[in-house]
């Protein structure tokens, strides 16, 4: 009997093996160390909201997800070359941005923050002649391109994500960082010597960027309604910002697939 067992057994693992390999991948290129969106643990393991997202969509499509490290600028073209199927890492939806590519419908409302030392800067007024820093190609950076030589603001330094900014404003190489408030209100609550001390107003939204007009586009905003109907997306609002969100948010709201005007 135990002869026939075993290679019954083997077979049904080596079938299982093959039918995991054979998956196809969704490539999905993310900005690693963009908290709390995608970074990694202490294990060294990729996790995050987006990152708990993307899992969802992709066993939803029934591929495999396959995280891929990449500057946040060169997200843009890692998608329209076709490198990966699609990119996430907080990224705004805007008219210039839907010129080029694809977005699916919104999961994030956001506005832009000002976070400095402790005893640093009390608002934006308090930054003229001084140091900002931005993500590279960000909406931070793009606020500062058009805001910044009205507040005076000083020189700007460009950041490939959150962790090197850090860095340097507490070493005190620049006086402020704009970026994302939900990130850096994550970043600084365990963090004494950092606050953010200002939002900036700037409805942004979020959401997983594609190719222009690629089919993959309307096949993750079909899936993102479905997250929202059954309240998955509101669960993983709780669990990373540690409060449901709020009614009439993209979190839970179902809109329409962005449209290049």
């Known amino acids: 009997m135990l002869k026939k067992i075993i290679p019954s057994a083997v077979l049904a693992a080596a079938m299982a093996f093959g039918t995991a390999q054979a998956m196809e991948k969704l490539e999905v290129g993310a900005n690693i160390g963009n908290v709390p969106w995608e970074f990694q643990d202490a294990d060294g393991k990729f996790t995050g909201f987006e990152v708990d997202l993307a899992a969802v969509v992709a066993e939803k499509l029934g591929r495999e997800l396959d995280i891929v490290n990449i500057p946040f600028n060169g997200l843009f073209s890692a998608v329209q070359s076709g490198r990966i199927d699609m990119a996430m890492s907080s990224i705004t939806i805007t008219g210039e941005r839907l010129k080029s590519v694809s977005f699916a419908q919104p999961y994030y409302d956001s506005d832009q923050s000002l976070t400095v030392l402790a005893d640093g800067p009390a608002s934006l007024d308090e930054m003229e002649g001084k140091t900002v820093g931005v993500d590279t190609g960000s909406?931070?950076?793009?606020?500062?391109?058009?805001?910044?030589?009205?507040?005076?603001?000083?020189?700007?330094?460009?950041?490939?994500?959150?962790?090197?900014?850090?860095?340097?404003?507490?070493?005190?190489?620049?006086?402020?960082?704009?970026?994302?408030?939900?990130?850096?209100?994550?970043?600084?609550?365990?963090?004494?010597?950092?606050?953010?001390?200002?939002?900036?107003?700037?409805?942004?939204?979020?959401?997983?960027?594609?190719?222009?007009?690629?089919?993959?586009?309307?096949?993750?905003?079909?899936?993102?309604?479905?997250?929202?109907?059954?309240?998955?997306?509101?669960?993983?609002?709780?669990?990373?910002?540690?409060?449901?969100?709020?009614?009439?948010?993209?979190?839970?709201?179902?809109?329409?697939?962005?449209?290049?005007?």
Do not use: C
């Open 139 to 261: 909406t931070g950076d793009m606020w500062v391109t058009e805001n910044g030589p009205g507040l005076k603001l000083g020189e700007v330094s460009r950041y490939e994500g959150l962790s090197p900014a850090m860095l340097d404003l507490t070493a005190g190489r620049i006086d402020g960082y704009i970026s994302d408030i939900p990130a850096l209100q994550y970043y600084v609550k365990d963090k004494p010597n950092l606050k953010v001390v200002q939002r900036i107003a700037t409805g942004e939204k979020y959401s997983f960027m594609f190719a222009k007009d690629a089919p993959l586009a309307a096949q993750v905003d079909g899936i993102i309604t479905e997250l929202k109907q059954d309240g998955t997306l509101a669960a993983l609002h709780e669990k990373w910002f540690g409060a449901a969100p709020e009614a009439g948010t993209s979190t839970v709201t179902v809109l329409d697939m962005p449209k290049a005007e």
